[in-house]
């Protein structure tokens, strides 16, 4: 099984509101990253977490906060967006065991700031 | 650095046709190379990875791509494309160094033409 899933799908917030974007997965993977895509574009990735420590933050605007409550969960917080954070989330997981590493994403959540 | 290169931004076929989507990578050390694929409000799904075992790889849904090193290619094919193919298709690469970063191409959007 190589599922990793997220919530909410669809996420609509105003620039004052705080939400969170949730990422699961149970294949024992050690590493976790958030990534956002516009669209036609590549995924741009943001954070990563390894061994549930934050390994990797590709400079993101603290509106944006990561948490890595246990080695299965991810969290998003966000406050205070901006419209131009509107964009497609993706979370995905890798195992970290070798440098063919791979990466496994989820659905991703769709967020729409007014 | 490494990078990736994806020749040809749109690529259109004709159901039953060939489809070859092109991508390139820079390195100076053997890389790490994946396609995958973003089907409309989706995820992406992991169609293949080149793990140096051998330089043909077969992936899911009939796609498979051969690895060149002496041309710096990993381009990804499939004998005869269905009409559920169409979808952005993404190379990556990742550092044999394995610091959890996929770099990923622009991008290829297969258009299938019935």
């Known amino acids: 099984d190589t599922e990793v899933t997220q919530t909410p799908k669809h996420l609509v917030m105003g620039m004052t509101n705080k939400k969170s974007l949730k990422c699961e997965q149970h294949m024992g993977h050690r590493a976790m990253y958030w990534y956002k895509q516009k669209a036609k574009k590549p995924p741009e990735l943001m954070f990563v977490y390894s061994y549930e420590k934050l390994s990797i933050n590709e400079s993101v605007p603290s509106r944006f906060s990561p948490e890595c409550p246990n080695s299965s969960l991810l969290n998003l917080h966000l406050h205070a967006l901006q419209p ?17 590493d791979t990466q496994y994403f989820g659905p991703g959540t769709r967020l729409t700031v007014l | 650095a490494q990078s990736v290169t994806q020749l040809g931004s749109h690529v259109s076929v004709s159901e039953g046709a060939l489809v070859l989507l092109r991508c390139n990578y820079s390195s100076s050390v053997p890389p790490y190379l994946f396609w995958y694929v973003q089907y409309p409000n989706q995820g992406l799904q992991l169609l293949l990875k080149y793990t140096s075992a051998a330089t043909l790889v077969k992936g899911i849904n009939g796609f498979e791509a051969e690895f060149k090193k002496s041309e710096t290619s990993f381009h990804l094919t ?10 952005e298709y993404f190379c990556a690469v990742t550092p044999s160094s394995n610091t959890g970063k996929l770099i990923f ?10």
């Open chain 2, 78 to 87: 499939k004998p005869s494309a269905h009409m559920s193919d169409a979808a």
């Open chain 2, 105 to 114: 191409g622009q991008g290829t959007t297969l258009q299938v033409k019935p």
């Open chain 1, 84 to 100: 131009e954070d509107s964009a497609l989330y993706l979370c995905a997981s890798s195992l970290l065991d070798s440098s063919t």
